[in-house]
Nanobody, 123 residues
């Protein structure tokens, strides 16, 4: 059974930093593509950042230069370093696996395998 356990979210002021963590299980992590998605109230689930099994990355334009995704294969963990956060980054953040041959931009990745972690940015 695929399972993700996200952590690290909390309340922070604009301009601050957070580091989100995700422990993945139930599938072959080392050759899987992993992503962080987020969903704010009233909004669709959206990709924030993705990292392929070869280490290449993709980011939504709004977080480029501020967020960094990374992975620790031996521990089956994925991280999201969030710097210079903005109020519009407020959302529940979810860790997800992108199956091979699928697009990063599917909108049904939030809340499928884990509870997510809440990030709240105040101005």
């Amino acid at each position: 059974e695929v399972r993700m356990v996200e952590s690290g979210g909390h309340s922070v002021q604009a301009g601050g930093s957070l580091r989100l963590s995700c422990i993945a299980s139930g599938f072959t992590f080392h050759n899987s593509d992993m992503g962080w998605y987020r969903q704010a109230p009233g909004n669709e689930c959206e990709l924030v950042a993705g990292i392929n099994s070869d280490g290449t990355t993709v980011y939504v334009d709004s977080v480029k230069g501020r967020f960094t995704i990374s992975r620790e294969v031996s521990a089956a963990m994925v991280y999201l370093q969030m710097n210079n956060v903005k109020p519009e980054d407020t959302a529940v953040y979810y860790c997800a696996v992108k199956w091979k041959g699928r697009t990063w931009y599917e909108t049904d990745k939030c809340g499928v395998w884990g509870q997510g972690t809440q990030v709240t940015v105040s101005s």
